[in-house]
């Protein structure tokens, strides 16, 4: 094992990875790169579920020269027959004698089985090789396949006294462009984007990904425990994107069939006042929706922080203080400073004069 070489290597396979996110649906992203006497003979990705895997489009190109190669990729080659053939059986027929996986798939279905299937038909596997990097690009696959539920990651830019907006609702523009760019990556890479009724009515969002990079456009989902949503609403012009509107027993049921009527899927999530989060978060998992990106108000920001259901927290902070009560989380708030939410494994940047910041939420208080 050359660990220099090795790192080198998978490096590659990562950022080609790491270029499909948001392409992939429910599926993972994965890069292979295959080398042989020192020289790259192979590379792909995986580009879209239910086409070839990365491992497939790498050996592809390496063709002859993939005998007695080594195959660098992101994540443990699969076992399982699925919408398409196991890649640990392409890697054995085409004659690898050595793979480097960067993680191992937490998939029920694979979980170390494909590695054991390389090691028995001969073949050396290292495992391990950048690991960290390959769980954070799919940290929403990894909750995902384990649980059911998707991966939600709160965004939200404020000014530094934690304010989302003026005290008459204006919000436009607290964060910079730079900002504003990755937020819309951030869009591309969620297959769901979340709001409150509260924000739809204040703001008429569209809630849809402009970015270089042409892609399905995420659903919008909406939290409307009392179907207060108007019919003017740019989120119910379903040629745009699909929406998902989230509510509760109370709401009328007429409205509910004059939005189905419009190709509006709504759900029913709880008996009211409010719709049941963590009921909703199963339902939305149950509709093959991996990854939200919660873009909420300060009331449903609080309700999901409280609950417990935020995986992921990216704050944006501009150097303005502008007072009032639009807060980042509006919810009574923790009795004692050690229930407070910390965050783990940060990532900090500047962007000009914005501050990025993001971490893993842990939970103290649950």
């Known amino acids: 094992m050359n660990v220099i070489n090795d790192e080198f290597y998978m490096t590659l396979a990562l950022d080609l990875a790491e270029k499909a996110q948001g392409q992939t649906d429910i599926n993972p992203v994965v890069g292979c790169v295959v080398v042989k006497d020192g020289r790259i003979v192979g590379m792909g990705a995986h580009l879209q579920r239910g086409t070839g895997h990365a491992e497939v489009h790498a050996l592809n190109m390496a063709g002859d020269q993939a005998e007695g190669a080594t195959a660098y990729v992101t994540l443990e080659p699969c ?97 910079n462009s730079d900002a504003r760019t990755i937020v819309h990556t951030m869009r591309h890479r969620h297959q769901g ?35 207060r949503i ?14 998902i509107i989230v509510t509760t027993y109370q709401a009328n049921r007429d409205r509910i069939h004059e939005l189905q009527e419009r190709g509006i899927t709504v759900i029913i999530c709880g008996s009211g006042p409010y719709v049941d989060l963590p009921f909703a978060m199963k339902k939305l998992g149950e509709l093959e929706i991996s990854s939200i990106l919660l873009e909420g108000g300060g009331t449903l920001n609080g309700s999901m922080l409280e609950a417990g259901l935020i995986d992921r927290i990216t704050l944006f902070f ?35 004069d914005n501050v990025y910041i993001s971490g893993l939420p842990r939970y103290h208080h649950l």
């Open 79 to 175: 076992s399982h027959y699925g919408k398409t053939p196991p890649c640990s059986d392409r890697l054995i027929k085409e004659k690898v004698k050595s793979v480097v996986v960067a993680a191992v798939d937490p998939n029920p279905q694979v979980a170390g089985s494909g590695i054991e299937k390389l090691r028995s038909h001969g073949i050396e596997v290292v495992t391990g090789v950048l690991a960290k990097r390959s769980e954070r690009l799919n940290e929403t696959f990894n909750k995902y396949i384990t649980t059911g539920l998707p991966f939600v990651t709160l965004k939200t830019a404020s000014t530094l006294d934690g304010r989302l907006a003026s005290r008459t609702g204006d919000s436009k523009w607290i964060s």
């Open 193 to 227: 984007i979340m709001v409150g009724i509260g924000t739809v009515l204040a703001d008429d969002p569209e809630l849809t990904t402009r970015t270089e990079v042409t892609g399905v456009q995420p659903t919008r989902i909406v939290i409307d425990s009392q179907l």
């Open 230 to 243: 108007p019919d003017t609403a740019k989120l119910l012009n379903t040629e745009v994107a699909p929406t």
């Open 318 to 352: 501009a150097p303005k203080i502008i007072g009032g009560t639009l807060s980042t989380f509006a919810f009574d708030g923790f009795e004692k400073m050690n229930q407070a939410v910390t965050l783990d494994e940060l990532e900090i940047e500047t962007l000009e």
